[in-house]
């Protein structure tokens, strides 16, 4: 009864709409009262979810990006990929990839990389002779590596739940992230060999050397995040902190792309976003705890382990299908607190390495940006691109298979996440 309240009105209130935050909150409750258990544990729990020191990376590695992105490096990123690699066949839809991993790296978000790189990638490719709805799919696809490559809020979240270490798990996301972005570039191939495709120009060394030059202090910002994680200087927590105040100095001082006056707006708009994540992470901590309390979590984990039959193999294979539908309907942080408490149990008692099973759930998850009705990413580059919703789902198609059979060889090869992390010494 407890499961079909809580699931039941969940989904519901998602079809009618409600925003997934009061649609965990509401179903939430409500499952409390059919347990009669106090609803004094709704505060309580919100609370011990959302003060935990890790999340404090959340608002800062967004006002990061937000201000990397207000400050012009997205274009300064575009001109120095595009001066190295334009003249390429296929050579637009190359940059587009490699500009979002490094833009990856600097916000954190899949939609903000979509948003910032769209408005001057999706025209740049349609001028040499991309479809509008391929250019926007595209776009909106690489912007989801912005999940897998750190830094990355979803991580950070899985960290916090899963208490493990977030820069093994940032650590985790690089191979796996770059992997993503060549699949799609061999898709865009393999769309594109038999069309016709303007070649740009190649830019002589002085160009490439301007462009760098431009682009240095954007190039600069992943290198001192991940540099400091990993060389011991600072936790990914104060890397956070660190990335936000350098993008404010870029932005006033090195690009004076920005003033005081823009900061605060930028400090507003942060503010913002860090409460809706935070309100999706406080109520979906309820959610998950009311899964746990009442016992439906360990039914759920039983009859998962009963399905797989004992087999590893299974076992990942049912997980990424699991993930994948959730993508398609809830956001990845949601979806990390109301998967895992199944999930983490089966996958200790399977012998999956908890680093592993995050970056699975993590790429899962990142697809999940770019699939039907929900991808918040399709809508963004839908936005950009001003083309119908049904448009961008026909050309994201063979972008999707491609990231799902990088997805296949990340889960079954299981050194592409971990070998990273252990050679740092994460392990």
Known sequence: MTALVLFGLFFLLLFMN???????????????????????????????????????????????????????????????????????????????????????????????????????LIPAMTDVGYDKSYSAALVSTSGAIGIIIPPSITFVIYGSIASVSVSSLFASGIVPGILMGVFLIVATQIVYHKRELKLLPKASAAQRWKAFKSAFWGLMMPVIILGGIYGGIFTPTEAA??????????????????????????????????????LIVGTASLFAYVLTITGVAAKASAALISVSGGSKFVFLLILNLILLIAGCFIDANSAMYILLPILLPVASRMGVDLIHLGCIMVFNLAIGLVTPPVGVNLYVGCGIAKIKLKEICRAVMPLIIASVLALLLVTYVQPISTLLPSLLGGK
């Open 241 to 278: 902190a660190v990335a936000a105040v350098y993008g404010i100095f870029v932005g006033l001082f090195i690009y004076r792309s920005i003033t005081i006056k823009d900061v605060w707006e930028l400090l507003k708009d942060s503010v913002s976003q860090t409460a809706v994540v935070m």
């Open 18 to 120: 409600v925003p997934i935050a009061f649609s965990l909150g509401i179903s939430s409750v409500a499952a409390l009262f059919v347990e009669s258990l106090p609803v004094s544990a709704v505060t309580a729990n919100f609370y011990a979810s959302t003060s935990k020191f890790v999340l404090l990376a959340i608002p800062f590695f967004i006002l990061g990006g937000n201000i990397m992105e207000r400050s012009g490096i997205s274009g300064k990123l575009i001109a120095f990929f595009r001066a190295l690699v334009g003249h390429r066949r296929s050579g637009m839809a190359l940059v587009t990839v490699i500009v979002a991993c490094f833009f990856a790296a600097i916000s954190g978000s899949g939609p903000a990389t979509v948003a910032a790189l769209g408005l001057i």
